[in-house]
């Protein structure tokens, strides 16, 4: 993805990371009496790429392009055009999010409580990252590893809080990865980096509403993959 930084002394708070979204989609559906019928025509991992573009202290994380331009259909967490816009000094965030149409939501950025994990460090994409943790919606566990030499606070989707930027991330609930692949030395312009507008606005608590009733008039199955939905278009 372009330049690669890899020194250890270098501060960054300017550029475009991109990110590969791994899941494991057999995992994901097991138990799915439906998916069961196509399992063998599915293969067992997609893979996506995302890119976090920020600058002043803001950022926007979208999709850039499909690892697998074969795939005809998939069975994961469509994306595509779902958009996550944080302004880090304001502490807001808006995200754009596809769901029989366009919604539109923004608030507060959640405060997330992170427990630092001490001695578990790795490389990712030349950074030296820490590990970190938290529990969401309750009951999700996700794992990260993050630098702080690229200084803004943020990571993929809303992921905020940290002395640094998260580069790995792990959720095993959704049986999905996100991994820093590389680093482009740019700087965003300032209208890539605008909050997006268009779409129904909704509240969280409206979208929620939204997909337990989708879940209700679909079924029992479908509530999982609802939830699943709801639970990465809000971490």
Not at 66 to 74: H, I, L
Request: one cysteine or more.
């Amino acid at each position: 993805m372009g330049a690669l930084a890899a020194k250890a002394q270098t501060y960054v708070n300017s550029g475009s990371i991109e990110y590969e979204v791994k899941t494991n989609v057999h995992a994901l559906n097991e138990g799915d009496e439906w998916f069961e019928r196509f399992k063998d025509q599915v293969p067992k991992f997609t893979v996506n790429y995302y890119t976090l573009s920020f600058n002043d202290n803001k950022s926007v994380y979208k999709f850039d392009r499909k690892g697998d331009t074969k795939r005809g259909f998939s069975f994961g967490l469509s994306e595509e055009e779902n958009v996550w816009f944080n302004d880090y000094s304001s502490k807001t965030y808006a995200t754009l999010m596809t769901l029989e149409g366009y919604l539109l939501f923004n608030g507060e950025q959640k405060k997330i409580n992170w427990k630092l994990v001490p001695n578990d460090q790795r490389e990712i994409a030349g950074f030296s990252c820490r590990k970190a943790q938290t529990v969401l919606f309750d009951s999700v566990y996700v794992f990260v590893y993050y630098t702080d030499n690229i200084t803004l606070s943020g990571g993929p989707m809303n992921l905020n809080g940290l002395p640094g930027t998260i580069l790995g991330v792990t959720v095993p609930r959704l049986h999905t990865s996100w991994m820093a692949t590389g680093l482009k030395l740019d700087k965003p312009s300032a209208a890539s980096l605008m909050p997006p507008t268009k779409g129904k606005k909704k509240t969280q608590q409206e979208v929620k509403t939204d997909l337990a009733s989708l879940a209700k008039s679909w079924g029992s199955e479908s509530k999982r993959w609802l939830d699943q939905m709801y639970w990465r278009t809000f971490l």
